[in-house]
């Protein structure tokens, strides 16, 4: 059964700091998605990675992925408060191609 | 505008009151999925539909039914809800299968069954 891992849970981090999201996955996947949601909204796309050594970059955003190690990244550099959201790292599913979501990162930037 | 409607978008309800949530997409795509969210569990897939006429359980089905009778349309239906089912509701569609390329979610229904 594929489980998603994400660390940490809770990051609360100031305006202008650099940090890394950590989305671990429990079985074989050959891609991943990455989505944000804001609170008390719907999921928006952010990245989708389809092989391994994908990287992906928008604005302060950068995502990359490792199947072997069945590892994906998301590094944020100068946090602004407008990254203020939770995102999740879904790997596709394989069995009937649906996404497995974990319990999210809740980000908080502060001034 | 390419989208994924919902209605309602709140619903209060009691238990046994049977309630459909509708879900509509203007993209001509394949496939549909519904969602559950709730705190601290991610989201988990109910049900979800490759095309007109074919559906398929996903993760947590109990309590639920779906119906696709044509391509823009994939409405949830509780026939007697119960407090269990007080969750976050999120339609989904995508041209391929969920796990292939992107998926667009809809807005979002907040059901709360007393």
């Known amino acids: 059964e594929l489980k998603v891992e994400q660390n940490p849970l809770f990051l609360s981090m100031q305006e202008g700091k650099n940090y890394t999201i950590y989305c671990n996955y429990s079985?074989?996947?050959?891609?991943l998605y990455w989505y944000r949601q804001d609170p008390g909204k719907s999921l928006e796309s952010l990245f989708v990675?389809?092989?391994?050594?994908a990287v992906k970059q928008e604005g302060r955003l950068m995502a990359s992925l490792d199947t072997k190690a069945r590892l994906s990244t998301l590094h944020i550099t100068a946090a602004v408060h407008d990254l203020s959201a939770t995102y999740f790292c879904p790997p596709y599913g394989g069995s009937q191609g649906n996404l497995i979501f974990g319990k999210g990162t809740k980000l908080s930037v502060k001034p | 505008e390419a989208q994924v409607t919902q209605n309602p978008r709140y619903l209060i309800t009691v238990t046994g009151k049977k309630l459909t949530v509708t879900c509509s997409q203007n993209m001509n795509h394949e496939y549909m999925s519904w969602y559950r969210q709730d705190p601290g569990l991610g989201l988990r897939q109910i049900y979800y539909?490759?095309?007109?006429?074919?559906?398929d359980k996903g993760d947590v089905p109990e309590g639920y039914k779906v119906s696709r009778k044509e391509k823009r349309n994939f409405p949830l239906i509780l026939e007697s809800p119960s407090p269990n089912q007080t969750s976050l509701y999120f339609c989904?569609?995508?041209?391929?299968?969920?796990?292939?390329?992107?998926?667009?979610f809809g807005p979002g229904t907040r059901l709360t069954v007393l």
């Open positions: 539909s490759m095309n007109v006429e074919v559906t």
């Open positions: 079985t074989t996947s050959d891609r």
């Open positions: 989904a569609s995508s041209l391929l299968p969920p796990g292939q390329n992107q998926q667009y």
């Open positions: 990675l389809l092989s391994n050594g």
